[in-house]
C-alpha cells in the first residue's frame, strides 16, 4: 500500500481530468506526517508539475477519521537528533513547495487536522473542510512547536491575535469555528467535501494557467515586500502575461461569448 495515492480526476464540467487529487494514505495512523509519506507527497507534486493537462492540485486525506494526524509522533521518538532535523527540515520544504507551487492547491479536510496536519493546509491555497472536523495545533502541549511554519504561515489567515490563541493554548477549533475566523473558506458535510474541492478545482482549472502562477506568486510575495516592490513584480509578471497567446484567447472568448481554452502559452 503506498502511503501517498495520486489520481487525476475531472467534474462533469471539466474538459479534461485535469486536476490531480492526492491523498494522504497513512489511515492506521491517522494519515500522521512519516518521512516516507513526506516524500511521497514531494513526488506526487513532481508529477503534478510536470503533468501540462493538470491545472489543479486537492490534497486529502484517506479514511473518514483524520485529514492528518500532524507528524508522526511513534517516529520522532526513535531518531537521532540529526535524522529528527532533518525529518523536520523535509517537512519544512515539502510545506514551502505546495505554498510556492504554480498550480493552485486545495485541501479537502477529511476529519482531524491537528499540526502537522493543518500546516499542510495552510501551504496550500485553499482549505475546505468537513463539518465534523477538529482543527488544531496542539504542539506545546507535547514539548514542541508548529515547526513546519504554522508559526509563520497561521497568522496570516486568522490574525496574530487568534493565531496566537490557538498555538499557545494548543486548543483546537471546530470547522464552524475556523470557517468564521477564516482558518478555511467553508466548512461542508462530509457528502459534499470531495465535490466542492473537485468543483472549485475545476473553476480554478478552467482559468488561464500562465495568469494562477503569476497571481500565486504576487500574492505570496506580498507578505513579505513593499507595495512599491509588489507593484513592480506584478508589472513585471503581467509584462510576461501581455504577450501570451491565452490572454488573445481570453480577450476573443469574451467577446465570442464562449469558454476560453487556454493552452498555457
Ligand atoms: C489522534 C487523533 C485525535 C485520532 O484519534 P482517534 O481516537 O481517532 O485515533 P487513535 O488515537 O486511536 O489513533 C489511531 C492510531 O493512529 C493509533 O495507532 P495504533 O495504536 O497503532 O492503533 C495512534 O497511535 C495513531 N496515531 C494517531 N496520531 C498519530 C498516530 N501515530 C503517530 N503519530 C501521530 N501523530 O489520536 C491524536 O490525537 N493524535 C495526535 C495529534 C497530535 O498531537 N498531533 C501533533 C503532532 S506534532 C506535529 O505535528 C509537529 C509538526 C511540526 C488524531
Not at 485529514?67 to 523535509?90: C, I, R, T, Y
Not at 485541501?107 to 472536523?133: H, K
Not at 497568522?155 to 468564521?180: D, W
Given at each position: 500500500m503506498t502511503v501517498v495515492e495520486y489520481q487525476k480526476i475531472g467534474t462533469f464540467l471539466s474538459e479534461t481530468e485535469n486536476i490531480a487529487k492526492i491523498t494522504l494514505n497513512r489511515p492506521e495512523a491517522r494519515n500522521a506526517f512519516s518521512p516516507e509519506l513526506l516524500n511521497g507527497l514531494m513526488g506526487a507534486l513532481d508529477t503534478a508539475e510536470a503533468d501540462n493537462e493538470v491545472r489543479a492540485?486537492?490534497?486529502?486525506?484517506?479514511?473518514?477519521?483524520?485529514?492528518?494526524?500532524?507528524?508522526?509522533?511513534?517516529?520522532?521518538?526513535?531518531?537521532?537528533?540529526?535524522?529528527?532535523?532533518?525529518?523536520?527540515?523535509?517537512?519544512?520544504?515539502?510545506?514551502?513547495?505546495?505554498?510556492?507551487?504554480?498550480?493552485?492547491?486545495?485541501?479537502?479536510?477529511?476529519?482531524?487536522?491537528?499540526?502537522?496536519?493543518?500546516?499542510?493546509?495552510?501551504?496550500?491555497?485553499?482549505?475546505?473542510?468537513?463539518?465534523?472536523?477538529?482543527?488544531?495545533?496542539?504542539?506545546?502541549?507535547?514539548?514542541?512547536?508548529?515547526?513546519?511554519?504554522?508559526?509563520?504561515?497561521?497568522?496570516?489567515?486568522?490574525?496574530?491575535?487568534?493565531?496566537?490563541?490557538?498555538?499557545?493554548?494548543?486548543?483546537?477549533?471546530?470547522?464552524?469555528?475556523?470557517?468564521?475566523m477564516g482558518l478555511i473558506s467553508k466548512a461542508v458535510p462530509a457528502d459534499e467535501l470531495e465535490s466542492t474541492a473537485a468543483f472549485m478545482a475545476t473553476k480554478i482549472a478552467d482559468n488561464a494557467p500562465l495568469a494562477v502562477a503569476a497571481a500565486k506568486k504576487c500574492l505570496l510575495a506580498s507578505r513579505t515586500l513593499s507595495i512599491e516592490d509588489g507593484n513592480k513584480l506584478e508589472l513585471e509578471l503581467t509584462a510576461n502575461l501581455m504577450d501570451s497567446k491565452d490572454l488573445a484567447e481570453g480577450i476573443n472568448a469574451v467577446f465570442s461569448k464562449r469558454k476560453p481554452v487556454f493552452k498555457g502559452e
Open positions: 492540485v486537492i490534497i486529502t486525506g484517506s479514511g473518514d477519521k483524520a485529514f492528518s494526524a500532524g507528524a508522526d509522533l511513534k517516529g520522532v521518538g526513535g531518531m537521532s537528533p540529526e535524522e529528527n532535523h532533518a525529518f523536520l527540515k523535509l517537512g519544512q520544504d515539502v510545506f514551502r513547495r505546495i505554498e510556492s507551487f504554480p498550480k493552485a492547491v486545495i485541501a479537502a479536510i477529511n476529519g482531524y487536522a491537528f499540526g502537522g496536519g493543518v500546516e499542510v493546509a495552510l501551504s496550500c491555497d485553499i482549505r475546505i473542510a468537513v463539518e465534523d472536523a477538529k482543527i488544531g495545533t496542539p504542539e506545546v502541549s507535547l514539548g514542541l512547536i508548529p515547526a513546519w511554519g504554522g508559526t509563520q504561515r497561521l497568522g496570516y489567515l486568522i490574525g496574530e491575535s487568534k493565531a496566537r490563541e490557538m498555538i499557545l493554548t494548543g486548543n483546537p477549533v471546530t470547522a464552524k469555528e475556523a470557517e468564521a
